[in-house]
C-alpha cells in the first residue's frame, strides 16, 4: 500500500484545515490508519487512529474536541479534520496503515506515507 498525505498549509490560529490521507497501489479499506506528526526537534507522535470499519476513534488527549478523523472506503481515503488548531499543532503529518490497530496506535505501522506540511501562525 502507498499511502500520500495532503491538505498541508498554512493557517491562522484558530483555523481548520482537513488532511487527506489516499492510498495507491492497493486499497486502504481493509486496513486501520493512524495519523501522526513530527515538528522540528521533537519525536513523532501519535495523533488519531481510525479501525478500517470507520469505529474505534482514538486521539492523542491534546487533539481531542479539536480533531476528527474519519475515513471514506469508497473512495480509499482517511481524513483528519483539524479545527480551532493551535502554533503547536505545526508539524510534518503523516498517514499510516496496518492490519493490526495496536501497531498502528504505537507508531509499528507497516505502511507510511510521505507527509505534509501543516503550520499555525500565531
Known amino acids: 500500500v502507498q499511502l500520500q498525505a495532503s491538505g498541508g498549509g498554512l493557517v491562522q490560529a484558530g483555523g481548520s484545515l482537513r488532511l487527506s490521507c489516499a492510498a495507491s497501489?492497493?486499497?486502504?479499506?481493509?486496513?486501520?490508519v493512524g495519523w501522526f506528526r513530527q515538528a522540528p526537534g521533537k519525536e513523532r507522535e501519535f495523533v488519531a487512529a481510525?479501525?478500517?470499519?470507520?469505529?474505534?476513534?482514538y486521539y492523542t488527549d491534546s487533539v481531542k474536541g479539536r480533531f476528527t478523523i474519519s475515513r471514506d472506503n469508497a473512495k480509499d481515503t482517511v481524513y483528519l479534520q483539524m479545527d480551532s488548531l493551535v502554533v503547536e499543532d505545526t508539524a510534518v503529518y503523516h498517514c499510516?496503515?496496518?492490519?493490526?490497530?495496536?501497531?498502528?496506535?504505537?507508531?509499528?505501522?507497516?505502511?507510511w506515507g510521505q507527509g505534509t506540511q501543516v503550520t499555525v501562525s500565531s
Open positions: 481510525i479501525s478500517w470499519t470507520g469505529g474505534s476513534p
Open positions: 499510516a496503515a496496518d492490519s493490526s490497530y495496536n501497531r498502528v496506535v504505537n507508531g509499528d505501522a507497516r505502511y
Open positions: 497501489g492497493r486499497t486502504v479499506s481493509s486496513y486501520d
